[in-house]
T-cell receptor, first 113, second 112 residues
Framework: NAGVMQNPRHLVRRRGQEARLRCSPM?????VYWYRQLPEEGLKFMVY????????ESGMPKERFSAEFPKEGPSILRIQQVVRGDSAAYFC???????????FGPGTRLTVT | GQQLNQSPQSMFIQEGEDVSMNCTSS?????WLWYKQDPGEGPVLLIA?????ELTSNGRLTAQFGITRKDSFLNISASIPSDVGIYFC????????????FGAGTRLFVKA
């Protein structure tokens, strides 16, 4: 009974490169959420997706960031032209229904050099 | 927008002591969730609450959904060193939409 999977666990990118973070939700879950966490801080909501649809992206920066959750395959959070300020831990969570318990993956730690 | 005020920010306690932390909001929430995060890991769901007044236990942990639906607390009894970590409250506000809001966390330190 696999939980939420995220890969890679650690990602190092140079400024200007693209970062792709992947998230496979728990089996049977069609709701995916992405959060960002800076050191010593809480979780900041970025985007909520349900298969093939973006439901709420109010927490996502308007530029350089995008997310998708295709019919087949994992959800992807893409950050283009990364900057040092993008360095953070990015967590994905999934849920069975839109409002309720969310289960988190282990996170991807992005470091921009 | 809605915010959750979680307190205290940090706690330093002796092994064996009981711990209490809480979250409050100015808005009504439909759901309260409590998570624990260990260093380098993702948050793990401890307790989920769905009804005002609901009191739920999970081992040494007890959480309650406040009767006003604007607050929740988490108690840990007889703390042990592995209780160390960051505890987050989270809630789904009663305003429609699907955004779950997280508190800033309570950092718990347990001295053996």
């Amino acid at each position: 009974n696999a939980g939420v999977m995220q890969n890679p666990r650690h990602l190092v990118r140079r400024r200007g490169q693209e970062a792709r973070l992947r998230c496979s939700p728990m089996k049977g879950h069609s709701h995916v959420y992405w959060y960002r966490q800076l050191p010593e801080e809480g979780l900041k909501f970025m985007v909520y997706l349900q298969k093939e649809n973006i439901i709420d992206e109010s927490g996502m920066p308007k530029e350089r960031f995008s997310a998708e959750f295709p019919k087949e395959g994992p959800s992807i959070l893409r950050i283009q032209q990364v900057v040092r300020g993008d360095s953070a831990a990015y967590f994905c969570a999934s849920s069975l229904r839109g409002e309720g318990e969310q289960y988190f993956g282990p996170g991807t730690r992005l470091t921009v050099t | 927008g809605q915010q959750l005020n979680q307190s205290p920010q940090s706690m330093f306690i002796q092994e064996g002591e009981d711990v209490s932390m809480n979250c409050t909001s100015s808005s009504i929430f439909n759901t309260w969730l409590w998570y624990k995060q260990d260093p380098g890991e993702g948050p793990v769901l401890l307790i989920a609450l769905y009804k005002a007044g609901e009191l739920t236990s999970n081992g040494r942990l007890t959480a309650q959904f406040g009767i006003t639906r604007k607050d929740s607390f988490l108690n840990i009894s007889a703390s042990i060193p592995s209780d160390v970590g960051i505890y987050f409250c989270a809630g789904a506000p009663n305003t429609g939409g699907f955004k779950t809001i997280f508190g800033a966390g309570t950092r718990l330190f347990v001295k053996a």
